[in-house]
């Protein structure tokens, strides 16, 4: 609650930015797995144009055609991430912990996100720190998808079997330190 009222001028002005430049809806809802598999709405600030009567959701880190002038500075400085306050007042998320996937991805590697799924999801976490611009590794890729699935997945599995197995209050509060440290200087200590 506090964190929501700390930064409720800056929630107002990206909504009213976002609402004023394309006049489409301020949120992105999108399903995620949580804790024990349970399926939650997932917050963020939109950052790309709405598609009308979308066909299929494509795989779309990396590509930047449908990214707003306004999506482009959140995304950068991950204040599109922000309503996930709300998330983690509502109790479906934490401040720290693995970052909750889509079904699609969760069913590509069940057995380990068995494991992962016993801690609630957070807002931030290791595997974020190490792949803080991963839409630039994916954007250079020929093959996105392929590339998230056999290189960036896993390893982001990796490191959140590894939270899961020595989480702590000094590794939460040392993970949100480097994190709001790889905020400002766009630099990670993980790599």
Known sequence: ??????????????????????GGPVLFRQERIGRFGRRFILLKFRSMSVVQNPVKQDFEPGNKSRITKTGAIIRKTKLDE?????????????????????????????????????????????????????????????DPEKEYEEIILPRKLDLYEDYVKNNSFVTDIKIIFLTIYALVTGKSFTK
């Open 1 to 22: 609650m506090t964190g929501l009222l700390i930064t409720a001028p800056l929630l107002i002005f990206i909504a009213l930015a976002i609402k004023a430049e394309d």
């Open 82 to 142: 922000l309503p996930q306050l709300i998330n983690i007042l509502c109790g479906s998320m934490s401040f720290v912990g693995p970052r909750p996937e889509v079904e699609y991805w969760v069913a590509k590697y069940p057995d380990r996100w068995k494991l992962i799924h016993q801690v609630r999801p957070g807002l931030t976490d290791n595997a974020s720190l190490e792949f803080l611009n991963e839409e630039e590794i994916l954007a250079q890729s020929s």
